[in-house]
Each structure stands twice: as C-alpha cells, then as structure tokens.
C-alpha cells in the first residue's frame, strides 16, 4: 500500500517560501511607466529637421472669358520655370480644370503656359498636362503647376502628451523641458533654409569672381591699395553720430 508523501518545510524553507510569495505579489503590482530618460533633453533630437521630398506648387487664375495671362501671371510663370532648373527632382505636372465654367478658356491659357516653360529651357518631355474635375462644377477652377523638390521639415507642432501643471509626473519633478519647447524654432527654421542640402553637408567651394581677383592683382603688383574707392564717401551718410 502506497501513500501520498507530504513535504515538510524547516524554518530556512518556510522564510524562503514566505520571500517567494511576497515577490510575486509586489510584481503583480508593479505597473511600468515611461522613464524621463526615453525623452531627451536637447530640443533638436526631440523635433529633429528631417530631410525629404516636398512639393513647390503655384495656381494661374483664368476667367471665363479670357484665355491669355496677364503680365504678372506671365512673370509668374516665368520665376516658376526658373526655379524648377535649380531646385526639381522631377518633371512640372500641369493640371487644367474640366467641366467647369472656365475650362475652354483654361485650355487656351494652357498654351501660353507651355510656351512660357520652354522659353525657359523645360524641356517639353519633362511637362505632363493633366485634367482635374473641380469639387464644384459651377465654381471656377485654376490652372495648377507643381514639381517636386527635396525639402526641410520638423514638426508637427503643438503635441502635448504631458500635463505642465503640478504633479507626480517625473518630467515636472525633475523640472524637465516640455515636449514642445523648441518645436516652433525647428520647424521656421527649416522653412527658412534656402538649400536643405547645407543642413548635411557644406557645399563645394565655388569659383572666384575673375574680374575683381584681376584688379586687385593688378593694384597689388603696382602697389597700390587694393580697397575699393568711393568717389564720395560721405554721399549717403545721414548722421554724424560717433563722428
């Protein structure tokens, strides 16, 4: 006959069985919660300036009963193209409203429009004309142009996941910055930047202006100064401050 055998616990056993207990208990109320470490400090790894392919876009406005640009409409389109040779990654999409009041009269300003961009030296196989419908078939609808660029972009802007209000939330503890503390500065400065490709790298150094590295030359193998003289310094001076 066999019988169940029931183990006995010492006074070593019964402490560590009782430590093994506690410790299960204490992790079932533990609840982990975001360290104020995974957030960092400086504001510009928080809201970093990333770099990627944006869009510049511009409208042209026709009427119904006018088929041509007008001259500001003309240098628009002009200043438009010239961009495009510096700045594009890519071919001018065009694209011309259908069913709407003014779409004859788009069709015949589409003309002016592709002249004005070869005159600018875009090659006609990299402009693509397109129609749109308009969301209103009874409003008027411009003639839209757009190519694609590499831009600078940070943000968005205004995300709040922390209260700034007292409590017991690490960040307001350890007097950490806030989330959105230099978002805005990020995100106007990479709208400002002219050349998102100088915020990676410098660019190459370009060739000297000959004409003026010419004469100073010239001066210096003559002995003269080589600053530049004014016929009448004191020709636009307005004040004698500090003088």
Not at 21 to 27: E, F, G, K, R
């Amino acid at each position: 006959m066999t019988g169940t055998r029931v183990a006995s616990f010492g006074p070593t056993g019964a402490r560590a069985a009782a430590l093994a207990l506690l410790a299960v208990a204490l992790s079932a109320c533990y609840v982990p919660r975001e360290t104020t470490e995974t957030i960092p400090n400086d504001y510009r790894l928080r809201h970093p300036i990333a770099i990627q392919e944006g869009s510049r876009k511009m409208v042209v406005l026709i009427g119904t009963r006018r088929g041509t640009l007008t001259p500001t409409q003309r240098a628009e389109v002009m200043n438009f193209a010239r961009t495009w040779r510096h700045e594009a990654t890519g071919g001018v999409l065009v694209e011309v409203p259908a069913d709407t009041p003014n779409h004859k009269a788009a069709s015949e300003a589409l003309q002016e429009v592709r002249a004005l961009l070869a005159a600018a030296e875009v090659p006609p196989r990299a402009v693509r004309v397109v129609s749109y419908q308009a969301g209103d078939a009874g409003t008027l609808a411009p003639i839209k142009l757009a190519y694609p660029k590499i831009v600078a972009d940070a943000g968005p802007c205004g995300l709040w996941p922390h209260d700034l209000g007292p409590g017991t939330d690490p960040l307001y503890l350890e007097n950490r910055p806030y989330w959105n503390l230099g978002c805005a500065s990020q995100r106007n400065f990479a709208a400002m930047v002219a050349e998102p490709a100088d915020l990676v790298q410098p660019r190459g150094e370009m060739p000297a202006y000959t004409a003026r590295r010419t004469q100073v030359l010239d001066k210096y193998r003559k002995g003269e100064s080589p600053a530049t003289t004014y016929a009448n310094p004191n020709l636009g001076k307005i004040s004698d401050v500090g003088q």
